[in-house]
């Protein structure tokens, strides 16, 4: 029969706004955390990384904030385009494990154009 | 620069058959990662190797699940036998730089 699956947390938001993608973890100990992007039917690819002793680090059109108070992580978008739609994953990264990474559940984010 | 290759892309097998994916990282990664993905577990942590040399293979499920790195450029995992159960998409991952790694395209299996 049909095995049940796990249904993602969807984010839909209108082109051109900004999202606010959500994460909690777990480990204190982790050293970086990443943030990866990954549309349908390709693997996972890099997006930002932000190391555990920052709270906020930005790249182009990204940000993440850090807030290890409450072991929480968010991926901001500005100006969301429909190239954006994709199911987005944090993930905690052991920089002294060889870099071994633990993924979270993942979220989607649906753009309306 | 060709990225991560993996094959086969997709593999339909029956119950009880050896299964082998391949992996080949990109040039001049040292480290090389393979993962598991379902829709139940989502993205799973296999096992990893740097120069070579298997580090950590506490994901691998059972000794169903083998992997090789017999050089710098190639690598496989293999399930002998394999079970329905382990129907779901396998990506090789590799990476110079401990805080940024770079998926191949997976491979699909279906076991039947």
């Known amino acids: 029969g049909e095995s049940v699956g796990l249904h993602l947390p969807t984010l839909s938001v209108q082109e051109g706004d900004n999202s606010i993608i959500n994460c909690a973890y777990s480990n204190s100990a982790s050293d970086y955390f990443i943030w990866y992007k990954q549309e349908s039917g390709k693997g996972p690819q890099f997006i930002i990384d932000?190391?555990?002793?920052?709270d906020k680090r930005q790249g182009q059109r990204v940000t993440v904030l850090l807030n290890k108070t409450v072991k929480h992580l968010s991926l901001q978008i500005a100006a969301t385009q429909p190239g954006d739609s994709a199911v987005y994953f944090c993930?905690?990264?052991?920089?002294?494990?060889?870099?071994?990474?633990?993924f979270g559940q993942g979220t989607e984010l649906s753009v309306k154009p | 620069d060709a990225g991560v290759i993996q094959s086969p892309r997709h593999e339909v097998t029956e119950m009880g058959q050896e299964v082998t994916l391949r992996c080949k990282p990109i040039?001049?990664?040292?480290?090389l990662f393979w993962y598991r993905q379902t829709m139940m577990r989502g993205l799973e942590l296999l096992i990893y190797f740097n120069n070579n040399v298997p580090i950590d293979d506490s994901g691998m499920p059972e000794d169903r699940f083998s992997a090789k790195m017999p050089n710098a450029s190639f690598s496989t995992l293999k399930i002998q036998p394999s079970e329905p159960r382990d129907s779901a998409v396998y990506f090789c991952a590799s990476s110079s730089t401990r805080n940024e790694q770079f998926f191949g395209p997976g491979t699909r299996l279906t076991v039947l």
């Open positions: 932000i190391r555990s002793n920052m």
């Open positions: 040039s001049g990664h040292n480290s």
């Open positions: 993930a905690e990264n052991y920089y002294n494990q060889g870099g071994k990474l633990i």
